[in-house]
């Protein structure tokens, strides 16, 4: 458990009440990661929500079926969210979380704060809208990096 006023420093944050942002805290927990390490990968179960305390952490996509080979679509940085997908079903990783250098991060139970959402209807409105426009930034970078990396190679031919 964390103290509500961390939170409360996070711009993901803004807006919800005292009240809610104690329950979040009571289901969240900080956690450092060591350099060269993965906090999880895509297609794992998504658990946890995780908000960027000391970065970067990569967000990666896998390049390959197998899933060795990764790009990095987005650097997450001190005060920004990551693993979104721990509360949109199907709840699986969208993509790999890596940490290039140590890095710490917030841990909310994903599980515990869909339930919240449950009671709370205004509380997962907000969160819900926040991972909305988190998602749709991914797709949006995603989608200009694939054109950046295919433009090039056909720019040339025919």
Known sequence: MISSEILRGYPFFAGLSEEELRG??????EKTHEPNTYI??????????YLVVIGPVEVQINIDEEG????????????????????????????SLFCPAKATV????????????E???HLGYR???????????RLKRTRFQLLGKVAPQSAGRG
Request: charge should be negative; include cysteine.
């Open 24 to 29: 979040i805290a009571a289901i969240t927990e």
């Open 40 to 49: 999880g990968y895509e297609g794992q179960p998504a658990e946890k929500l």
């Open 68 to 95: 060795l080979q990764r790009e990095t679509v987005v650097v997450r940085h001190a005060g920004e969210v990551c693993g979104w997908s721990a509360l949109v079903e199907p709840y699986i990783l969208t993509a």
């Open 106 to 117: 917030l841990e909310i139970d994903a599980k515990a704060m869909r339930a919240m959402f």
């Open 119 to 121: 009671e709370n209807h």
């Open 127 to 137: 969160i819900l809208q926040r991972i909305a426009a988190i998602a749709s930034e």
